[in-house]
């Protein structure tokens, strides 16, 4: 009766913390919902997420997995985006449920809060690993999810890296569990698969970061075994590496971030001072982002106990050894945050400070694990004051204007301070512990609640799009042909009415209209320039002129050799109605917009558009990633336009590619073809050979690693038995 009680205790203890952090995680995070219904689609979920994942869910329902799309133009080169998350089945899911979803606000709000949980789990899990007692453990898994570039960049806007950071906790779980605790590889296999083919690099640099000091710390250790599994999970993550972002690489340098450069421009990056408002979630930091100098969010706020840091030290010397990546992940995400803004392709570093609270937070449950009741003494209470204090007044110092705010957050910390020194030393708490951590969270709601009023939205935009697929769906139901949009795409996105007549970037993958005014990661440099689009499929006001002028070379029309036969032009760009050119007209004049469409249809993006004078083709075939056209006759031009970016990747057959049109059309020299020869233009990504190669490899690593590791522990079973049968000592090598 006692054992079975014991047991159940036990089991109850063991299961209750972790659940406790996922319910307060799930509580605090819906809480922000009551005062902003909309909170975790803003921006870049808005614009971006929720119509990827329509887009990706109606292809995979249709049995598809798209590669590429002439039509989306510059965001139609899936594999390179590298976000779409082509070969990851967790996002496959996500995208399925998206397009069988009515409610895309609902849908994102459902995936952010589960990434939320994700994230606590794995952070507790990642805590108790380290050494950290349940309590605080648990305390650990609230604390991350709330911390301030996690709730207010990451769950607001920034789904990838949001599902990157939730993934990291439980990677480093499970190769710390295969490493340096002898066990099944099989959970390292599966996380490190998602994070990486989720395809956002921070969390697969985060990833390198702790298999390098996995490497040389067991090889200084001279630990060959753990040398040999830590080499096994880095060539399994290197090769899915090569996998996802190798096209993206070679892809670059027809992108804008072919040219990224090496500069601080002081965006999205911090320095010291700001980090003093690292244990304040009511403040804004001097963060410069796209609403100016100071960016209205808590963003460098990682955890209000770190101002407790004096009651966690010092850290025992094992605990110190057993802590050591965490001091090297810490120590360069620290030098990567403070570093430039722009470090070529990498950009923005302040994305990092969710791994840096990972770390700091994680550091706090070890080090008060070991250090409290004992450790809460008069000294670490003044020390912890005056923390306190130093950092309220450097926090005042960088924004005066929120001193209400600074004072407020530190009578609080100080009132957090007098109740852990309470529940350390009264006579009347007995499990301290769990009083104190329960106390922590009871804090950490309070500090949620004031973010509340202060802070109820996200720094980053919301746009108000309709949350109806539906409703979505009835933009443009008529198709006609390829759309593109000129102008402000914005205007008038207060209004309910607007969006009846246009979308924003890859919300037009709802309409049943191909548009290519989609969102990019990559924006094609040349067409970009040309037609002075942005990232998110936004033009200039001359985007419109170009779009309908001649070609000087082909004699076309631009809109022609892109077969584009919808133009969607807004009339904050263009109030008075554009002249349309002959074999266009006027179908309709909206309230924000003219819609514009050509007499005749064209075929959609992909096919042949022109042929120099001397030359004939005829198409025999057409795909998303392929063309086949036979040729009549070749004269001494013999240049063949399709409309199709000419992306890395093209292999032509029978004939070859030639300098684009425009630097932007792709272009086929067929002048040296005889009649009747076929010539077929296909693509893949650029170094397809090698990446199916790493695939394979990777898989074969994968198996292999845990066949092999079946075999060993069957023979060690086999020779524990027979040297129980003959009576003789068990080998170190048959325990193992």
Not at 550 to 573: I, N, P, Q, Y
Request: charged fraction near 15%.
């Amino acid at each position: 009766m006692t054992a079975d009680g014991g047991t159940t205790t036990h089991r109850a203890h063991r299961v209750g913390w972790p659940l406790l952090a996922v319910v307060v995680t799930l509580a605090l995070a819906a809480s922000r919902l009551l005062v902003t219904p909309r909170f975790y689609f803003s921006d870049d979920t808005e614009r971006g997420s929720a119509g990827q994942w329509w887009q990706l869910g109606d292809q995979l329902l249709q049995g598809k997995l798209p590669m590429l799309d002439p039509s989306a133009w510059q965001a139609g080169n899936y594999w390179a985006e590298g976000q779409w998350g082509l070969l990851n089945p967790m996002t496959w899911l996500i995208a399925i449920t998206a397009r069988l979803s009515e409610s895309p606000v609902l849908h994102a709000t459902v995936v952010k809060l589960v990434f939320l949980a994700v994230l606590a789990l794995g952070v507790h899990l990642l805590a108790r690993q380290f050494g950290a007692h349940r309590p605080w453990a648990a305390l650990a898994g609230v604390l991350v999810p709330a911390s301030g570039f996690v709730v207010y960049m990451d769950a607001a806007s920034w789904s990838t890296d949001l599902i990157n950071v939730a993934l990291f906790p439980w990677v480093w779980w499970a190769l710390r569990r295969t490493v340096e605790h002898r066990r099944s590889p099989l959970p390292y296999l599966a996380a490190s698969y998602l994070l990486v083919t989720v395809g956002y690099v921070f969390g697969v640099m985060m990833l390198v970061v702790v298999l390098v000091e996995s490497l040389v710390r067991h090889a200084v250790r001279r630990d060959p075994a753990r040398v040999i599994r830590t080499l096994l999970a880095s060539a399994w993550g290197a090769l899915l590496t090569i996998v996802v972002y190798l096209p993206a690489v070679l892809t670059a340098p027809v992108t804008e971030r072919g040219n990224a450069p090496f500069e601080n421009l002081g965006f999205l990056n911090a320095d010291l001072t700001d980090l003093a408002a690292s244990g304040n979630p009511w403040v804004s930091a001097t963060i410069r982002a796209w609403g100016g100098d100071i960016t209205e969010g808590p963003l460098v706020y990682i955890a209000w106990v770190l101002l407790l840091l004096p009651f966690a030290l010092p850290l025992a010397r094992s605990a110190v050894r057993r802590a050591i990546p965490l001091f090297v992940l810490g120590g360069v995400v620290l030098a990567l945050v403070l570093g430039p803004s722009h470090m070529g392709p990498i950009r923005w570093p302040l994305r990092l400070i969710p791994y840096l609270a990972i770390v700091l937070v994680v550091l706090f449950v070890v080090g008060i694990s070991r250090r409290f009741p004992a450790g809460a003494t008069r000294r670490a209470f003044w020390l912890s004051a005056l923390v306190i204090g130093v950092t309220s007044l450097l926090t005042w110092g960088n924004g005066p204007y929120a001193w209400k705010a600074v004072l407020a957050a530190a009578v609080v910390s100080f009132a957090a301070l007098v109740l852990l020194r309470w529940a350390a030393r009264s006579p009347r708490v007995r499990r301290r512990s769990a009083v104190a951590a329960l106390g922590a969270m009871a804090i950490t709601a309070v500090f949620t609640a004031g973010q509340l009023p202060l802070l109820p939205t996200s720094p980053l935009p919301s746009r108000a799009a309709p949350d109806s697929a539906t409703a979505l769906q009835s933009v443009l139901p008529d198709e006609h042909g390829d759309a593109i949009v000129v102008g402000d795409a914005e205007d008038g996105w207060q209004d309910g009415r607007s969006w009846r007549e246009r979308l924003l970037a890859n919300l037009w993958y709802f309409s049943p209209t191909d548009v290519s005014s989609l969102y990019t990661v990559l924006p094609f440099e040349a067409f970009g320039d040309d037609l002075c689009i942005d990232l998110r499929g936004e033009t200039c006001e001359d985007a419109l002129e170009t779009l309908w002028s001649v070609d000087d070379e082909t004699g076309e029309r631009v809109s022609d050799l892109m077969s584009v036969s919808t133009v969607v032009a807004m009339k904050d760009t263009y109030p008075r109605e554009p002249a349309a050119p002959e074999g266009w007209h006027l179908a309709a004049d909206g309230e924000y917009t003219w819609l514009f469409e050509r007499d005749e249809e064209l075929p959609a993006a992909g096919g042949v558009t022109w042929t120099a004078p001397d030359t004939r083709v005829e198409v025999t075939a057409e795909s998303d990633t392929a063309v086949t056209f036979a040729v009549d006759q070749a004269g001494e031009d013999g240049r063949v336009v399709l409309s199709r970016l000419p992306y890395p990747g093209y292999r032509v057959t029978g004939a070859e590619a030639t300098e684009p049109l425009r630097g932007w059309l792709l272009t086929i020299d067929v002048s040296d073809v005889a009649p009747g020869d076929t010539v077929t233009v296909s693509f893949r990504p650029p170094a397809w050979p090698l990446l199916l190669g790493a695939y394979g490899l990777a898989l074969l690593i994968g198996a292999g690693w845990l066949i092999g590791r079946g075999v060993l522990r069957r023979r060690g079973v086999l020779r524990r038995r027979a040297a129980q049968r003959s009576g003789g000592p068990v080998s170190a090598t048959a325990k193992a």
